[in-house]
């Protein structure tokens, strides 16, 4: 166990539909990143945020957007589904920036 | 230029046997770390080794040991007396240093390892 806490793990949704997927980072991590894994695009760098402020941002859509709270929990909100967004999404935290990475067991995003 | 490369889209080593699992690594910042993950089906992705840049010896984490050659680029990972639940996907994934405050992983393609019993 990472200690990185991902809900749900597994999702599916229509296309066009809007989903939120949760992280809790494990306890004291102050950096949250998300990333994406799809068969075509592989392990995928989207958002990074330090102690609730917005530090990196790799390939994220528009249509994507993420927010840390003050408990250093994160959010990432997928909106107007596409199929293509299909994939398994992760979320990792750190301690320090310099550290390893523990990964959360990942939400499987499926859009029908 | 991709930042990561694996070379071996898959491998296949006998249980009990020694594996070598290539990553080459394309950085122009002094300061980097390198990293192994472990990936098996369920999805999950387990840290397994870590090196710095400016780290002297080669990592070391139970059967699993990182061959750091800087000059090379290269970053493998050696797993020994390979077991049957080492069967999964490995990424090679690298971290830029801290000039932009980013700290985000690059990672690889992966190799998928299985091992024979």
């Known amino acids: 166990d990472s200690g990185v806490t991902q809900t749900p793990k597994h999702l599916i949704t229509a296309t066009g539909q809007r989903v939120t997927l949760r992280c809790s980072p494990r306890s004291g991590d102050l950096s949250v990143y998300w990333y994406q894994q799809s068969l075509d695009q592989g392990l995928q760098f989207l958002i990074q945020y330090y102690n609730g402020e917005e530090r990196a941002k790799g390939n994220i859509l528009e249509r994507f957007s993420a927010q840390q709270f003050p408990d250093l929990h994160s959010e990432l909100n997928l909106s107007s589904l596409e199929l293509g967004d299909s994939a398994l999404y992760f979320c990792?935290?750190?301690?320090?920036?310099?550290?390893?990475?523990?990964f959360g067991q990942g939400t499987r995003l499926t859009v029908v | 230029a991709q930042k990561i490369t694996q070379t071996q889209p898959g491998m296949f080593v006998q249980e009990k046997e020694a594996v070598t699992l290539d990553c080459t690594y394309d950085?122009?910042?002094?300061?980097?770390?390198l990293f192994w993950y472990k990936q098996p089906s369920s999805g999950e992705m387990i840290f397994l080794i870590y090196q710095g840049s400016y780290d002297q010896q080669n990592a070391t984490e139970g059967r699993y040991s990182l061959n750091f050659q800087k000059a090379r680029k290269s970053a493998n990972l050696v797993i020994s007396a390979s077991q049957l639940g080492d069967s999964a996907m490995y990424f090679c994934a690298m971290r830029e240093g801290r000039r932009t405050g980013a700290n985000n992983l690059f990672f690889g393609t992966g190799t998928r390892l299985t091992v024979i019993p």
């Open positions: 950085t122009s910042d002094p300061s980097y770390g």
């Open positions: 990792a935290s750190t301690k320090a920036p310099d550290t390893e990475a523990f």
